[in-house]
């Protein structure tokens, strides 16, 4: 497709469950991006894939947390034993590389844990 | 570490200016965006300015960037309802890190 997409659009799930969290970046792009949003805030940088490498992973709030781009395209965000407090908007985005001024952000998959 | 803030609310009258305003930390080499986000739909990327410029200018969008302040803001010449939206500054730094720092976001509201 022409944009970055983000599967599912919603995603509800109870506490203690497993989830994965799927992006498929604009054809080409090596750089990408996960961000989580809260409501009420700003995106916060979760990890940074350069090519099939996380060349960033600073942001990722503790080890419940982890992602794989095993071809360099599609990246997976996987978060083990959910918590109320995981229940944001994921937001994943790419570009053409690391130092590309112009990051393409997709639509975002609105996780809840109940 | 890196800390943008931004105010958390305008209104302006259709047809008016709309200043949006951030302030930064400071970097040796920093990009500045401003992205727009509609309810349920994602980032999209207005404008960027390096921060070895004063001003740019895109259509009714206009960036100024005060370095000695680390203040940026966003002007939105002739404000439509279409305008209506959260605007987000960004900050990166390009000499190492590769994520963008954002605010908090301003909800802007255009009335009639």
């Known amino acids: 497709g022409a944009g970055v997409s983000q599967t599912p659009s919603n995603k509800v799930t109870e506490k203690g469950k497993y989830v994965e969290l799927r992006c498929d970046p604009i054809s080409g792009h090596t750089a990408l991006y996960w961000y989580r949003q809260s409501l009420g805030q700003g995106p916060e940088f979760l990890i940074y894939f350069q090519g099939t490498g996380a060349a960033d992973d600073s942001g990722l709030p503790n080890d419940r947390f982890f992602a794989v781009r095993p071809e360099g395209s599609v990246s997976t965000l996987k978060i083990q034993r959910t918590e109320r407090g995981d229940s944001a908007v994921y937001l994943c985005?790419?570009?053409?590389?690391?130092?590309?001024?112009?990051?393409?952000f997709g639509q975002g998959t609105r996780l809840t844990v109940v | 570490g890196e800390d943008v803030e931004q105010s958390l609310f305008l209104s302006v009258r259709e047809g008016d200016s709309s200043v949006i305003n951030c302030t930064y930390t400071?970097?040796?080499?920093?990009?500045l965006y401003w992205y727009k986000q509609e309810p349920g739909a994602g980032l999209q990327l207005l404008t960027y300015i390096f921060s070895n410029m004063d001003m740019k200018q895109d259509q009714r969008l206009t960036v100024l960037l005060n370095k000695k302040d680390k203040h940026l803001s966003l002007r939105i010449a002739d404000t439509q309802t279409g305008d209506s939206a959260i605007y987000f500054c960004?900050?990166?730094?390009?000499?190492?890190?590769?994520?963008?720092?954002f605010g908090t976001g301003t909800r802007l509201q255009v009335t009639l």
């Open positions: 400071d970097s040796s080499s920093t990009y």
């Open positions: 960004a900050e990166k730094n390009t000499g190492t890190a590769s994520k963008l720092t």
């Open positions: 985005a790419s570009s053409l590389e690391q130092l590309n001024t112009e990051a393409f």
